[in-house]
């Protein structure tokens, strides 16, 4: 079964930086692919680089720069793996950098439709 890694850093005010190191994310990146998990996956762009366009129901497009979510976690990149069940996708979160140091890793099925 497919899952994707939505992996979030904390942004808000006195939250711990991140303290993972290019090699720890190229550890991880390299362990899921020799485990044959590893199906995609990104980093994204800076989030000053975001705009949001927002659709009223009258059809008027609003584009705007940034998200603006009322969240000081910021969707940093993500990962999609197939593995068997939902408790190995768990384990792939959990040795994720991206999950320590006040980070959160989201993990939600793929649809197949």
Do not use: Q
Request: glycine fraction near 10%; charged fraction near 25%.
């Amino acid at each position: 079964m497919k899952y994707i890694l939505l992996i979030n850093a904390d942004t808000a005010p006195g939250a711990a930086p991140g303290c993972s190191s290019v090699e720890d994310w190229m550890t991880y990146e390299k362990e899921m692919k020799e485990a044959g998990v590893h199906v995609s996956g990104h980093a994204m762009a800076d989030l000053t680089t975001a705009t949001a366009v927002r659709v009223a129901a009258t059809g008027e497009r609003t584009v705007t720069d940034g998200p603006y979510a009322e969240s000081h976690e910021v969707l940093g990149g993500y990962d999609v793996i197939d593995v068997p069940d939902l408790d190995a996708a768990l384990e792939w979160a959990a040795r994720c950098p991206g999950s320590k140091d006040g980070g959160t890793v989201i993990v939600r099925p793929l649809a197949e439709f």
